[in-house]
């Protein structure tokens, strides 16, 4: 089986969310549920003592939507040699959370659990609330929906993608679709994606093919350019472009 080499110019291209699998409904109310009840809380001005508990529901809440990602990505596990040793800074690595906030709420909750500190005052306490609310809205849908297949398009266009499937536990890519041929190469190229070849058709021999098959008039390649390329074939990204596929990837959705 021959290799061919695969331009990372291609996750330059428009990238959407094309298939994948819904997370279960639990664990998507549960942070809204604690967000709410600290909401509430706050609501009703009360004392130090409803202040601290909204602190801590809201780091709860926090904290099961981290682990929920952490659960279902397992950022650690990516293998990416220059990601960050620790958890808030891997998910900010790869563009999912910006963590100052989230340290801070950890940093309040922290002084008042283990240092008998009180409380921040109500107007702090609001801040905290809404915080949390943008950190959870921002983080439903990679939290509710995970992505398997992704499609890269030069023109925003369906019938011109490139459909990309992965695994989160490998990181391994599997591309099915057309490519122009100036992003194709026969031979090394450097930081290019090195793959082995399953399927490869040029658009005159797929014409060519179809033809002999006397397949229906639709199924022959009219709307492609001739200087394209159908690729099939399954690899893993050199570590200098994963991270640009492990970004697209969570920006798909």
């Known amino acids: ?9 291609v996750f330059k291209w428009e990238v959407r969310w094309e298939s994948g699998s819904v997370v279960e409904r ?3 109310r549960r942070p809204h549920e604690l967000w709410r009840r600290a909401h509430i809380v706050l609501s009703r001005k009360g004392d130090e003592h409803d202040r601290a508990e909204v602190i801590t529901v809201l780091k709860r809440a926090v904290d099961f939507r981290i682990k ?3 659960d279902r990505y397992r950022f650690k596990r990516i293998p990416i040699s220059e990601k960050p040793a620790e958890l808030l800074a891997q998910m900010e690595f790869f563009g999912l959370i910006r963590p100052i906030m989230v ?3 950890m940093q309040i909750r922290n002084r008042i659990e283990h240092m008998d500190a009180p409380p921040p005052p109500d107007g702090e306490c609001s801040e905290m609330v809404e915080f949390v609310w943008y950190f959870l809205k921002s983080t439903d849908r990679i939290a509710e929906m995970f992505p398997e297949g992704i499609i890269f398009s030069e023109k925003g266009d369906d019938d011109d993608g490139v459909w990309l499937s992965s ?10 679709g057309w490519l ?12 290019w994606i090195v793959a082995p070849v399953e399927r490869m058709e040029t658009w005159d021999e797929l014409a060519a093919r179809l033809k002999s098959e006397e397949a229906p008039l639709e199924y022959f390649p009219r709307h492609r350019a001739r200087d394209t390329i159908y690729v099939s074939t399954d690899s893993l990204p050199p570590q200098s472009r ?5 970004r697209a990837h969570f920006a798909a959705v």
């Not at 089986?1 to 110019?9: A, D, F, V």
């Open 68 to 70: 929920h990602l952490n």
């Open 103 to 105: 340290q801070k709420l």
């Open 1 to 9: 089986m021959n290799n061919i080499w695969i331009s990372p110019e």
């Open 26 to 28: 639990q664990k998507m």
């Open 180 to 191: 122009p041929n100036k992003l194709v190469s026969y031979s090394a190229m450097p930081d």
């Open 242 to 246: 994963l991270v640009e596929f492990v």
């Open 167 to 176: 695994s989160a536990v490998e990181w391994r890519i599997s591309v099915r």
